[in-house]
């Protein structure tokens, strides 16, 4: 496709946008679709505290392992990540983890997970604990991790060992 193609098929999209629809979008879509993409649990030292700041008041957790499983994908969290949470003077609780997960099949991927969590539940008795993990992943098999917007839950995990446990959806 030549230049002045590129940028006529750009403007069309761009026109569409503004009249509210996607350029190749029939008018009556509903929103985007959540598909399950895997679920983890992550293991997690002890948190760290770094003190009171002027945000709220400040942790580290380090991250030292877990594992997670979906349809396409599957493998371990590798330890050396850290979940670096903000406890605010509302009660909600800022998260942002940085880690490495491996597949099974030896394909290493980074992921920085942004998180917010309500510490205290609501009247109804429910918690807001929602995340939106961005990943960056090798070109190949699991190159679509990097072309897609993912959403997820998260919920305090089970046992001895201090976890989260996570689950991942693509949003389509």
Known sequence: MNRRGLLGGLAAGGAALAAGTPAGAAETSSGPRSVLVYQAVALLEERVPHGKTPYGERFRVPII?????????????????????????????????????????????????????????????????????????????????????FAGTVAPGEGKVPSFRLSIYKLV
């Open 65 to 149: 392992g877990g594992g997670f499983e979906g349809p396409e994908i599957k493998g371990r969290i590798l330890p050396g990540g850290a979940d670096w949470q903000l406890l605010r003077a509302d009660g909600y609780l800022e998260l942002v983890a940085d880690y490495d997960m491996e597949t099974d099949d030896k394909v290493l991927i980074k992921v920085t997970n942004r998180g917010l969590i309500q510490t205290v539940p609501g009247a109804d008795g429910q918690r807001y604990a929602m995340t939106t993990p961005r990943f960056e992943a090798p070109m190949g098999t699991y190159g679509w991790l990097n072309q897609l917007i």
